[in-house]
């Protein structure tokens, strides 16, 4: 399999680690946290499409939320290369004053439009806040930004007057994008963008995006469940478990070659489409464990099927059977199981 060059890095995570603390007990001791993002690295490249995908509950949302500081970090880095200059920017070394104007360049899209967008708000509204917010135009000058940026989603002009209970679950979303483009952004997190709506809408949202990355020269963090539209617009894939990424690789490589057995479970219960083939098998065992007190060792070991005694008690480090492959597993790092 030929490996494709690494393309510059547009967002580089390292060690990222989002704790949510638990209220400490009345008669002293210790404090407990929800480990929700618990020691998570990749990159996104330049022009690239990332998926970050798991059940839910992984972590996957606070992992996106965290890198645009949304929710504040509890450890770890991300540096962002702007366009044009040599040195990345580390955003959590930043002052609130500082990140401001970054946010124009660091955005996301939600997985649910309606409970996103301001029901008080027409679309018009929505999409032009930013732009005013940000000083990146006046009067109508920001009319003609909207007018242009419901074109380029796909929207009519008159569309601006609607408010968003008047549109379809797609015209939301596409008002959402829009919405998220208007300041130029050069790297969006899109949260579950596709999850909420019929499935032929959804290839029409995809499509839009790609379409988007092409004209735009974007870099997207995808976060995602459904392992069919991952593999429409993914260039690469890193899986999620219990705050931890175990696997990532190419959409090629996890898709046809995985190691994990968390990654080969969710390939095996993805649906079949071919004629006469299985629906997909049975679902996992049991339920992830607690973020509060995961497991000793592979935290995927009560619920793996081909578990040893080293994965209940030693951490496996991870294996890289490629430049950019990585498996986080006993058995992938001594022998491989594809």
Same mark, same amino acid.
């Given at each position: 399999?030929?490996?494709?060059?690494?393309?510059?890095?547009?967002?580089?995570?390292?060690?990222?680690?989002?704790?949510? %603390?638990?209220?400490?007990?009345?008669?002293?001791?210790?404090?407990?946290?929800?480990?929700?993002?618990?020691?998570?690295?990749?990159?996104?490249?330049?022009?690239?499409?990332?998926?970050?995908?798991?059940?839910?509950?992984?972590?996957?949302?606070?992992? &996106?939320?965290?890198?645009?500081?949304?929710?504040?970090?509890?450890?770890?880095?991300?540096?962002?290369?702007?366009?044009?200059?040599?040195?990345?920017?580390?955003?959590?070394?930043?002052?609130?004053?500082?990140?401001?104007?970054?946010?124009?360049?660091?955005?996301?899209?939600?997985?649910?439009?309606?409970?996103?967008?301001?029901?008080?708000?027409?679309?018009?509204?929505?999409?032009?806040?930013?732009?005013?917010?940000?000083?990146?135009?006046? /009067?109508? &000058?920001?009319?003609?930004?909207?007018?242009?940026?419901?074109?380029?989603? /796909?929207?009519?002009?008159?569309?601006?007057?609607?408010?968003?209970?008047?549109?379809?679950?797609?015209?939301?979303?596409?008002?959402?994008?829009?919405?998220?483009?208007?300041?130029?952004?050069?790297?969006?997190?899109?949260?579950?963008?596709?999850?909420?709506?019929?499935?032929?809408?959804?290839?029409?949202?995809?499509?839009?995006?790609?379409?988007?990355?092409?004209?735009?020269?974007?870099?997207?963090?995808?976060?995602?469940?459904?392992?069919?539209?991952?593999?429409?617009?993914?260039?690469?894939?890193?899986?999620?478990?219990?705050?931890?990424?175990?696997?990532? /690789?190419?959409?090629?490589?996890?898709?046809?070659?995985?190691?994990?057995?968390?990654?080969?479970?969710?390939?095996?219960?993805?649906?079949?489409?071919?004629?006469?083939?299985?629906?997909?098998?049975?679902?996992?065992?049991?339920?992830?464990?607690?973020?509060?007190?995961?497991?000793?060792?592979? %935290?995927?070991?009560?619920?793996?099927?081909?578990?040893?005694?080293?994965?209940?008690?030693?951490?496996?480090?991870?294996?890289?059977? &490629?430049?950019?492959?990585?498996?986080?597993?006993?058995?992938?790092?001594?022998?491989?199981?594809?």
């Amino acid at each position: 399999m030929r490996e494709e060059p690494a393309r510059p890095a547009r967002i580089e995570v390292r060690d990222l680690k989002k704790h949510f %603390p638990i209220q400490r007990p009345l008669q002293g001791g210790r404090g407990r946290a929800v480990k929700a993002v618990d020691g998570v690295s990749f990159e996104v490249g330049e022009r690239e499409t990332l998926a970050l995908v798991g059940e839910s509950g992984c972590g996957k949302t606070t992992t &996106g939320r965290t890198i645009l500081r949304l929710s504040e970090p509890s450890g770890g880095s991300v540096r962002y290369l702007r366009p044009g200059e040599g040195e990345p920017i580390d955003l959590f070394a930043l002052p609130e004053r500082e990140m401001r104007p970054l946010r124009k360049e660091l955005q996301i899209v939600f997985q649910d439009p309606l409970a996103s967008l301001d029901p008080r708000a027409t679309a018009g509204d929505a999409i032009g806040e930013g732009i005013a917010i940000h000083r990146l135009a006046h /009067g109508r &000058g920001i009319e003609e930004r909207v007018v242009e940026l419901l074109g380029r989603v /796909g929207l009519s002009p008159e569309k601006r007057e609607r408010f968003p209970h008047e549109l379809s679950g797609g015209e939301r979303q596409r008002v959402a994008i829009a919405r998220a483009l208007a300041l130029g952004p050069r790297f969006l997190v899109l949260d579950e963008p596709v999850s909420a709506l019929d499935v032929s809408v959804q290839v029409q949202v995809l499509n839009l995006l790609e379409d988007l990355q092409a004209e735009l020269g974007l870099s997207y963090l995808f976060i995602a469940h459904d392992l069919a539209v991952v593999r429409y617009l993914a260039d690469r894939v890193a899986v999620m478990y219990c705050g931890r990424i175990v696997e990532t /690789g190419t959409a090629e490589e996890i898709f046809e070659d995985a190691r994990h057995p968390y990654t080969q479970a969710l390939l095996a219960a993805m649906p079949k489409l071919e004629p006469g083939s299985s629906r997909g098998s049975a679902p996992l065992p049991g339920e992830p464990p607690s973020p509060v007190d995961p497991p000793g060792g592979c %935290p995927f070991h009560p619920r793996c099927p081909v578990a040893e005694a080293r994965c209940r008690e030693v951490v496996p480090s991870e294996a890289r059977p &490629g430049p950019r492959r990585g498996v986080v597993c006993h058995l992938a790092a001594g022998s491989g199981t594809s």
